[in-house]
């Protein structure tokens, strides 16, 4: 015998269609009034609880944080790049420092771990204040 060739002794019963009239009286055993003896949705939907819990914004402000953003540190920098050169999206996707999402070079953002000596110019990409300092006290420049 194998996995697919197993199959179930009996059959699946059917639940017991209750609420329609007949032998079992008027009120069918689903006692007298109220929300559960009512035909329909019998309670509220879970999903609906948990929406009502989540915080909402109002209007269109919030979009989230971009995915088509790039994070390199300054360490990474100091190792790949030679003094002088320019760090710009172009020359970091031809050193495959980054990749292209969308197929489309991404949004740089250089953050200010680790240390820098060499100067380097920076073209095109977002940097943090902390990587600000470090790259111009190495004597770089940001544009």
Avoid: W
Wanted: glycine share 12%; with cysteine.
């Amino acid at each position: 015998m194998q996995l697919h060739e197993i199959k179930p002794l009996h059959k699946a019963q059917k639940g017991k269609r209750i609420g329609r009239g007949g032998r079992r009286g008027t009120y069918s055993g689903k006692g007298v009034k109220g929300q559960r003896s009512r035909s329909g949705r019998k309670m509220m939907p879970l999903i609906r609880e948990i929406i009502k819990r989540y915080p909402k914004l109002r209007g269109y402000k919030y979009h989230g944080i971009s995915k088509d953003l790039a994070v390199l540190n300054v360490e990474v920098l100091e190792k790949k790049f030679n003094a002088g050169e320019t760090v710009s999206p172009e020359n970091l996707l031809s050193k495959q420092i980054i990749r292209r999402i969308k197929g489309k070079a991404p949004v740089v953002k250089i953050l200010g771990k680790g240390e820098i000596k060499k100067s380097l110019t920076i073209e095109g990409c977002k940097v943090s204040a902390e990587a600000k300092k470090k790259i111009e006290k190495a004597g770089g420049t940001i544009r």
